[in-house]
């Protein structure tokens, strides 16, 4: 309430009842709750300055210079044009005049408070559904994974196949080899986040590839491939080149990636990020 208050308001008063049950009256100005919800809007810019870097655009705000000196700034940056058309509003707290005030500072150009900011995400996906149709030929969406996609490898380590920001579908793939000498399985774990261990990142699924010929470890050779179609279904195959043709060669299996990232650990494989200790690629 005091929220949607203030939002039009320079204070907001309201009759509260104390432990003792005492009535008392409470005043909240807006300066006081700008300090309170500081550190979220803090938080938005650092989310927004993450999506520009992810996007290579630049936002010259004077909330993204060192300086923080109209002065200091150069005459072409100070005529240069905004890399964005226009910088939509997502969700009622876009109301808040800290949170338009800052989003418009860092962006470099006012906020686009036109549309409800309540119903601009179901308008986006009215109009992407409208292009699935095939009804509009006119406009291109792109959808991208918002996390990386990789498995565990040796030392419970992420090693990325997809990295965040891939546009979908994609495809990709690395190869694999064993970290004991005559290992006949490959237990594949497949994880999304950005975290290094994969203990700090969301775990979507395992299969195990069964049948590898027993040889020195880093002698056998498995491929492993990450199809992500336009639904956000992940496919991952493994495949072992001597078990290609043979009935119980190769592994798959389909998952959902999450949007966001969680924990889980499991065994790993001896992969091919180079740098990361225990794990080492095949050639």
Not at 44 to 52: E, F, G, H, K, P
Not at 73 to 83: C, F, H, I, L, Y
Not at 88 to 105: A, M, Q
Not at 143 to 148: A, C, K, N
Request: glycine fraction near 8%; charged fraction near 20%; aromatic fraction near 4%.
């Amino acid at each position: 309430m005091a929220k949607k208050y203030l939002s039009q308001h320079d204070d907001f008063t309201t009759q509260l009842t104390d432990e003792a049950g005492q009535n008392m009256t409470v005043t909240l100005t807006r300066a006081q709750f700008d300090d309170l919800i500081r550190p979220l809007v803090e938080r938005t810019i650092a989310a927004c300055r993450q999506a520009v870097a992810d996007a290579k655009l630049e936002a010259f705000g004077s909330s993204s210079l060192v300086s923080g000196s109209d002065n200091n700034q150069k005459p072409e940056t100070r005529n240069q044009k905004p890399p964005l058309d226009a910088v939509l509003l997502v969700g009622g707290s876009t109301r808040v005049p800290l949170v338009y005030d800052s989003v418009s500072e860092f962006f470099g150009q006012p906020a686009n408070n036109s549309l409800n900011p309540d119903e601009v995400v179901a308008l986006g996906a009215a109009i992407q559904a409208d292009i699935l149709a095939g009804n509009r030929r006119d406009v291109l969406l792109l959808d991208v994974t918002p996390l990386t996609l990789g498995i565990e490898t040796l030392g419970g380590l992420l090693d990325p196949i997809i990295p965040r920001n891939s546009k979908i579908p994609t495809k990709a793939g690395r190869q694999y080899t064993t970290s004991v000498d005559g290992q006949v399985n490959l237990k594949i774990a497949v994880y999304q986040g950005e975290r290094d261990q994969v203990s700090q990142n969301r775990k979507l699924g395992e299969f195990v590839l069964s049948g590898i010929p027993a040889m020195p470890a880093g002698l056998p050779k498995v491929d492993v491939n990450f199809l992500l179609n336009a639904d956000g279904i992940l496919k991952v195959e493994a495949i072992e080149p001597a078990l290609e043709h043979a009935p119980a060669g190769g592994n798959q299996a389909a998952v959902r990636p999450h949007r966001r990232a969680g924990r889980a650990n499991a065994h790993g494989l001896a992969g091919a990020r180079q740098g990361r200790r225990g794990c080492s690629p095949a050639d």
